[in-house]
């Protein structure tokens, strides 16, 4: 029985309490039961006494197509297809169930909103027009919206906040993008790449810093052109394939997920850095002799962080043409140009230092701005908040450290507006700490100068090295819950356990 079938049969018996996440409880129902594939249609099977069943229709299923039209078909198999998925979007229950497939981004990401609500994660990663399809969408069976509605958390007044401000901002133009800021920051890729070009003869360890440091700028330009929902960021979007050798598709999966489900401790994968190093003191079936010393040896995985990038790229880019997924083969092209022009312009001892170099300066950047936060150990159902309570920002001091961390210094800013162009993010600063304080979020606005945030992960880096184990702490790729990282077969499922390398 799937979960919310569950639901479902504890309500027909009266139950008092449901809870959202529970697993389902095994037992007889001796009441009127829904059918495996009912949700779909709202067909119930009345039963009679003599448990003969009086009335049955034939069950329904959604088909939807990439805009959303849905037209009623046989159901499927519950045991070969998905039968139950209904997820919530601005007080409504949506049953998504034939969406899934058609969804561009993948099945996989509307899963891990089965039973929950997505309002903000919707708003914050699609357009208006994608805002405006899943309108189009069928509407959960009754019956079934009003057990989860009543199993689901209420909106805080803070995320209902957040709801106004995103209005006010989007009525006020601050998606608009701004050319001539973007014209400067190609500008300045372009002149990093020409003058590694220029010198890889004559200064090669010059050469390889400027390539490290164009591979650096070119992520975090292409991070703002995936993000990006507007037509100028759609047309930049193969750039960081081009640029950095780094897939849009992988980068959406892995990345967005992150945004979605900050910090959440066995789903977000940029916290599962582990056996090299620990956010937390692992259970000691998952431990590793490393963790004695990761703060002494930090900065050699970090270096690690492109080459492993690009590995799991060309991977996930193999994966997304067999699954025939949306623009895959274009993306696989788009990559080969990258290594066909890295290959045949810079010497092996020039670009594979540049890989590493620019793995730490990134690393460097990315790492600190959430692993000095808090970890969560459950579903946060206040995406708000949750946003707030797990980013710190990095206050930079020059304007060289403003351009080198591309954005990444608004962590904040761009994790609850991941769509708006980076050039807005210093003006919305103040906007959001004002926003804090008035709906008193825990922590408030969170930031720190670039050099104290980078000591506060290394100080806990050293604080977890010197920690015992954790009988029973979370396991950093999941325990099957919701979007569990070893549970989604991605490239970071299973981790690299000691266990493998020797």
Same mark, same amino acid.
């Given at each position: 029985m799937k979960l919310h079938q569950a639901y479902l049969a504890i309500a027909f018996v009266g139950s008092t309490s449901v809870d959202g996440f529970s697993s389902p409880q095994q037992g007889r129902i001796m009441m009127p039961t829904v059918s495996s594939t009912a949700r779909f249609s709202a067909v119930v099977e009345e039963v009679a006494t003599n448990g003969a069943t009086a009335d049955m229709k034939m069950p329904t299923a959604w088909e939807c197509d990439e805009e959303a039209e849905c037209v009623e078909v046989p159901a499927c198999d519950d045991e070969e297809c998905r039968t139950t998925l209904d997820v919530r979007i601005h007080g409504k229950w949506y049953d998504l169930s034939g969406w899934r497939k058609a969804h561009p981004a993948g099945a996989h990401w509307i899963d891990w909103y089965d039973g929950r609500d997505a309002t903000e994660v919707m708003d914050a990663f699609h357009s208006a027009k994608g805002r405006e399809m899943y309108k189009r969408l069928p509407a959960s069976a009754p019956d079934t919206a009003a057990v989860l509605e009543a199993s689901t958390a209420p909106y805080s007044q803070t995320e209902l906040n957040f709801r106004k401000l995103r209005d006010e901002l989007e009525a006020d133009g601050w998606w608009d993008r701004d050319f001539v800021h973007e014209g400067k920051l190609l500008a300045i890729?372009?002149? %990093?790449?020409?003058?590694? /070009?220029?010198?890889? $003869?004559? =200064?090669?360890?010059?050469?390889? *810093?400027?390539? &490290?440091?164009?591979?650096?700028?070119?992520?975090?330009?292409?991070?703002?052109?995936?993000?990006?929902?507007?037509?100028?960021?759609?047309?930049?979007?193969?750039?960081?394939?081009?640029?950095?050798?780094?897939?849009?598709?992988?980068?959406?999966?892995?990345?967005?997920?992150?945004?979605? %489900?900050?910090?959440?401790? /066995?789903?977000?994968? $940029?916290? =599962?850095?582990?056996?090299?190093? *620990?956010?937390? &003191?692992?259970?000691?079936?998952?431990?590793?002799?490393?963790?004695?010393?990761?703060?002494?040896?930090?900065?050699?995985?970090?270096?690690?962080?492109?080459?492993?990038?690009?590995v799991d790229t060309l991977q996930v880019a193999v994966e997304?043409?067999?699954?025939?997924?949306?623009?895959?083969?274009?993306?696989?092209?788009?990559?080969?140009?990258?290594?066909?022009?890295?290959?045949?312009?810079?010497?092996?001892?020039?670009?594979?230092?540049?890989?590493?170099?620019?793995?730490?300066?990134?690393?460097?950047?990315?790492?600190?701005?959430?692993?000095?936060?808090?970890?969560?150990?459950?579903?946060?159902?206040?995406?708000?908040?949750?946003?707030?309570?797990?980013?710190?920002?990095?206050?930079?001091?020059?304007?060289?450290?403003?351009?080198?961390?591309?954005?990444?210094?608004?962590?904040?800013?761009?994790?609850?507006?991941?769509?708006?162009?980076?050039?807005?993010?210093?003006?919305?600063?103040?906007?959001?700490?004002?926003?804090?304080?008035?709906?008193?979020?825990?922590?408030?606005?969170?930031?720190?100068?670039?050099f104290e945030i980078l000591y506060m992960n290394w100080d806990l880096y050293r604080k977890v090295a010197e920690a015992d184990p954790v009988p029973g702490a979370p396991y950093s790729r999941g325990n099957g819950q919701l979007g569990a990282i070893d549970s989604q077969g991605g490239v970071a499922a299973g981790g690299v356990g000691l266990g493998k390398l020797m």
């Open positions: 890729w372009t002149s %990093l790449v020409v003058g590694a /070009g220029l010198t890889v $003869d004559s =200064a090669a360890p010059l050469s390889t *810093f400027l390539l &490290a440091l164009s591979m650096t700028n070119a992520g975090w330009l292409g991070h703002d052109y995936i993000h990006g929902i507007d037509k100028f960021a759609n047309f930049m979007r193969p750039f960081a394939a081009v640029a950095a050798g780094l897939g849009p598709t992988w980068w959406s999966d892995k990345h967005n997920k992150h945004h979605a %489900l900050t910090n959440e401790m /066995g789903v977000d994968e $940029d916290i =599962a850095t582990d056996p090299f190093l *620990f956010a937390w &003191a692992p259970d000691p079936e998952h431990d590793s002799p490393l963790r004695k010393i990761q703060h002494l040896i930090f900065y050699i995985p970090f270096s690690f962080l492109f080459a492993l990038w690009r997304s043409v067999e699954e025939k997924r949306p623009d895959a083969k274009n993306e696989l092209w788009y990559l080969l140009a990258h290594y066909a022009v890295l290959l045949t312009f810079f010497p092996f001892q020039v670009w594979v230092p540049a890989v590493f170099l620019s793995g730490l300066m990134s690393a460097l950047i990315v790492t600190p701005t959430h692993q000095s936060e808090e970890f969560f150990e459950e579903y946060q159902p206040d995406w708000v908040t949750a946003q707030f309570r797990s980013t710190r920002n990095a206050v930079t001091t020059n304007p060289f450290s403003e351009w080198l961390w591309g954005g990444m210094q608004y962590q904040l800013e761009h994790h609850l507006f991941p769509s708006m162009p980076r050039s807005k993010y210093p003006l919305l600063r103040p906007i959001l700490q004002k926003f804090a304080d008035e709906n008193n979020v825990p922590g408030g606005y969170r930031e720190s100068g670039e």
